[in-house]
């Protein structure tokens, strides 16, 4: 059985935990927290093993095993650090790291040490990602011209937060998602998917804001709007939009010389994948209003139910991540994959109010579709 540690027991680790239990053949060795009553109601809540402290998690670990990283933002590069030097496979919540200099310190010691190093999110490997990118492969709607993707999610500071809590009674983190911002936490949703579907991104043109600087007390926000038009390597253009400000809308949209290729939902791997194709009616040039649904052919993954704004399977990274370390393959979420996606994610993040094209410095290969989606 593959086995997997937790180090975090917060409100992401419940919806972890929630997805491990659709994958019976991997086990959870146990679980750490620096904060023991958080530590000691999630293991209790989940039925794991307490491990008091780090040194404790890497003596229990096998070393063919993956150790998720589940902690707040800030503390990323750290945990990340610690579990690469103690010579272990590092799965770690998104960003990587919250600078370019610590992501890429942590690139090239997992390099160095022949150890895996991947970071989420993990829903391009879902079955909504993988029927998109499918169809584009296969010209559904042509050659593709340019994608619009949409990550708004409402007027979150007005939201009712602080009720928003776990299974295990975790409360949603609001002042760290405030600190860290939209981009960082967000954005990553659909940029892996473009970097997986037309590779790498060559230069970012991009802005963003804090349109509501004080947010529940919160005086250091991050920006809490960004907009970024991507030039990728391979010729093809995409606007991407993130923010807690706007009305809720996570449409990606993949527009092509036959018609359009759309998605309404980032954060259900089974969102309904459709075509509109491009027709004229008399003088007018119309995509269908009925579109056509693109399905793959036979099962793809186990699904989660939905909880809260997602139904997104958090266990299909380590997941991968464990089975390319059983097979000796590279794995599809690859340090230079999210060294790549690290890179795009804070320069959008970081733009302000400027218009400066900002040259990338990393670059990732193209990722192989999953073996049902090919």
Not at 36 to 42: C, E, I, L
Request: proline letters at 6%; glycine letters at 8%.
């Amino acid at each position: 059985m593959s086995a997997v540690a937790l180090i975090g027991c917060g409100f992401v680790a419940d919806l972890y935990m929630r997805s491990l239990r659709s994958m019976p053949h991997i086990g959870v060795v146990g679980a750490h927290d620096r904060d023991p009553d958080r530590m000691r109601a999630f293991c209790a809540h989940w039925g794991v093993a307490e491990l008091g402290s780090m040194e404790e998690l890497f003596g229990v670990m096998p070393p063919d095993g993956v150790i998720l990283n589940l902690t707040n933002p800030t503390s990323h590069y750290d945990i990340n650090l610690a579990c690469l030097n103690a010579g272990f496979h590092t799965y770690s919540e998104k960003p990587l790291a919250m600078t370019m200099p610590e992501a890429t310190e942590l690139h090239a010691l997992a390099r160095d040490k022949g150890l895996m190093l991947a970071s989420a999110p993990c829903s391009v490997l879902g079955e909504a990602a993988q029927t998109m990118a499918h169809a584009v492969r296969n010209g559904v709607a042509g050659t593709p011209r340019l994608v619009y993707a949409e990550l708004d999610d409402g007027f979150i500071p007005q939201a009712a937060v602080t009720s928003w809590i776990g299974a295990s009674g975790a409360p949603w983190p609001w002042a760290d998602e405030f600190r860290t911002g939209c981009t960082l936490e967000h954005a990553g949703y659909y940029l892996s998917w473009l970097i997986a579907i037309f590779g790498p991104i060559q230069t970012v043109v991009a802005a963003s804001a804090n349109l509501v600087p004080d947010k529940m007390g919160i005086s250091d926000a991050a920006p809490d709007f960004s907009v970024g038009t991507l030039f990728f390597a391979s010729g093809m253009v995409a606007r991407l939009t993130c923010s807690i400000i706007a009305p809720h809308d996570h449409r990606l949209r993949v527009i092509g010389d036959k018609g359009v290729l759309e998605l309404n939902r980032a954060w259900d791997n089974a969102a309904p994948v459709r075509f509109r194709r491009r027709f004229n009616l008399r003088r007018r040039l119309m995509e269908h209003p009925i579109a056509r649904r693109i399905r793959l052919k036979g099962p793809t993954h186990p699904k989660v139910a939905r909880t809260g704004a997602a139904a997104m399977n958090f266990a299909l990274g380590p997941a991968e991540m464990l089975a390319a370390i059983a097979e000796k393959r590279p794995c599809r979420l690859s340090a230079d994959f999210a060294l790549h996606l690290n890179e795009v994610t804070l320069a959008i993040q970081n733009s302000g109010c400027t218009t400066n094209a900002q040259t990338m410095h990393t670059t990732c290969t193209t990722m192989e579709p999953m073996p049902w989606a090919r």
